[in-house]
């Protein structure tokens, strides 16, 4: 039992630690209300004098919002889906089955955790641009575009991972032996017992999944940049870039706009905080 003299200190700390955290997302929120002149004001204004709504009508009025908002929803989406499909069975072959080679292959695996994107990021755009029978190549790839400026180039670097499977073997490594055998006596074999006792089992680490890669692939800016060209691709990052130019940069448009398009990461934080949590302890991922 911790001793009170210190339950004050750890509690001043963590507040200290809480209100550094939250106070850009104050400030983002305070200068989308504020004008420009009160953004370029010699001394900082912190509560701006009058609300200024209209900063939100303005920013939605730039640009086609509806187009972005629909292709990071859909990039999201399917991103979730199919890397939640990959990640789990790779995961659970890991953790529970037996063959030649196994943790060899784990090991090689978790090199991907040590190589940062931006190493593997022209190696990956060649091998999309030269995908055989897509955006007009032949089967060898040539002569196209192949999966440049298209939903499979913006989602296709995001659907596998190695921290993916890393956190869904190392839950999987949890549950006891005891639960296959048993499925083997009741005349389960793998595929159903995987959907029928695993991943009922497993809902925090699939809702931990969920919230990483969600916010992975709606934040994502480098990857969206360098795969599309086309104003109909865009996502909403790049579409943030819109109020910056040459000489200036809207700051009272792209915090309204910036506000917005952080809603629903937060809504999606809410309803998964309690699984999130259970399922980073639960697979022993710390820091």
Known sequence: MPKKPFIIPVS??????SVAMLLPFFLMILTSLKTMDEIFAPRFVWVPERLDWANYAEALQRGDWGTYVSNTLYVTIVTI??????????????????????DILFLLSL?????????????????????PLAGGND???????????SYN???????????GVFLFRQFFLQIPQELDDAAK???????????HLYVPLSKPVFATLVALKATASWNEYTWPLVITNSDE?????????????ENQVQWDLL?????????????????????????????????
Do not use: C
């Open 81 to 102: 889906l199919v890397s939640l499909l990959i990640n789990s069975f790779a995961g659970y072959a890991f953790a529970k089955l037996n063959f030649k080679g196994r």
């Open 153 to 163: 180039g913006l989602i296709a670097p995001y659907v596998a991972g190695s921290f």
């Open 111 to 131: 090199i991907g955790l040590m190589i940062p994107p931006q190493v593997t990021m022209i190696p990956v755009f060649l091998v999309l641009k030269h995908i």
């Open 255 to 287: 915090m309204a706009s910036t506000t917005m398009l952080v809603i629903p990461l937060l809504i999606l934080f809410a309803f998964t905080q309690k699984y999130f949590i259970e399922g980073i302890v639960a697979s022993g991922v710390k820091g």
């Open 12 to 17: 001043l700390a963590m507040l200290g630690l």
């Open 185 to 195: 006596l009741d005349g389960m074999g793998r595929v159903r017992a995987f959907f």
């Open 233 to 245: 691709m865009k996502t909403v990052q790049l579409a943030l870039s819109m109020f910056r130019d």
């Open 139 to 149: 089967l060898w790839g040539q002569g196209g575009l192949g999966w440049i400026d």
